[in-house]
């Protein structure tokens, strides 16, 4: 099974945060921390991480915070898990560069063909998706209901959100709202 470390996960949702955020100035940790749900001490690290890597730029100061060095639309999402992730490769021997140092079976490996389509598949996928695109699809999900978003029915991360829509309940012949309360 592959798997995205805590770092892409988290990494992820902040640069969705930031996206979601754009053009409005500097968002503190605190707040990316409060709306995310992540842990403050991890989040100061993924960003000096993000920043030094020229995702992110930090400002000081009381109205400081960080926010994308560029606009959404020109941050595909393969940079940002290869910020967070290094190589896109479902198996080691799938990463790029010299693959015969870390493998002497490559000439008569059965799966090579099997690891290169699958990298290749989440690359291209990464490669067509923009953090711009990410950030308006998620923001579907997040439809507040009295100033909080409700997770999804079975989910299997609290973090899947999906929107409440409001019921039209008969009540003695007339129609009347309900907010699912």
Do not use: F, N
């Not at 053009?23 to 842990?39: A, H």
Request: charge should be negative; include cysteine.
């Amino acid at each position: 099974m592959m798997r995205v470390s805590t770092r892409g996960e988290y990494g992820v949702r902040v640069m969705v945060d930031l996206a979601r955020h754009y053009g409005k100035g500097p968002r503190s940790l605190t707040d990316i921390s409060s709306e995310e749900q992540l842990p403050l001490p991890y989040l100061e690290q993924l960003v000096k991480l993000l920043r030094d890597k020229g995702l992110i730029v930090s400002t000081r100061g009381a109205h400081g915070g960080y926010q994308l060095s560029r606009d959404p639309l020109d941050i595909r999402m393969s940079e940002v898990i290869r910020v967070l992730e290094g190589p896109i490769a479902p198996m080691i021997c799938a990463a790029d560069g010299a693959m015969e140092l870390i493998c002497d079976r490559l000439d008569c490996c059965s799966t090579k063909y099997l690891w290169a389509r699958l990298r290749d598949v989440l690359v291209q996928t990464l490669d067509q998706m923009t953090l711009a695109e990410l950030a308006a699809e998620t923001a579907k999900e997040r439809l507040p209901v009295h100033g909080q978003t409700v997770p999804a029915p079975g989910a299997v991360s609290a973090q899947r959100l999906i929107p409440v829509t409001p019921l039209i309940v008969l009540r003695g012949g007339q129609q009347e709202l309900s907010d699912l309360e």
